[in-house]
């Protein structure tokens, strides 16, 4: 499965970054309040596409910065 890459003023910030199990842990922890006990037994994929998603909204949000 390749997930998308999202473009910043020239740069490329990869959204194809493999957690590591210990940042799906702590992913999992900080799910379980907004998804419940779910969060806990969701597969891997789902975790890592809801990290991506999260991280897209994130980055579209933040101040664009002008090189000089």
Do not use: F, H
């Amino acid at each position: 499965m390749e997930l998308p890459i999202l473009e910043m003023e020239g740069e490329m910030m990869s959204l194809t970054e493999v957690l590591t199990d210990e940042q799906v842990e702590n992913w999992r922890k900080i799910l379980c309040l907004t998804l419940g006990p779910y969060a806990l037994i969701a597969p891997r994929e789902q975790i890592q596409e809801i990290r991506n998603k999260m991280q897209k909204k994130l980055s579209s949000k933040l101040p664009k910065c002008e090189a000089k």
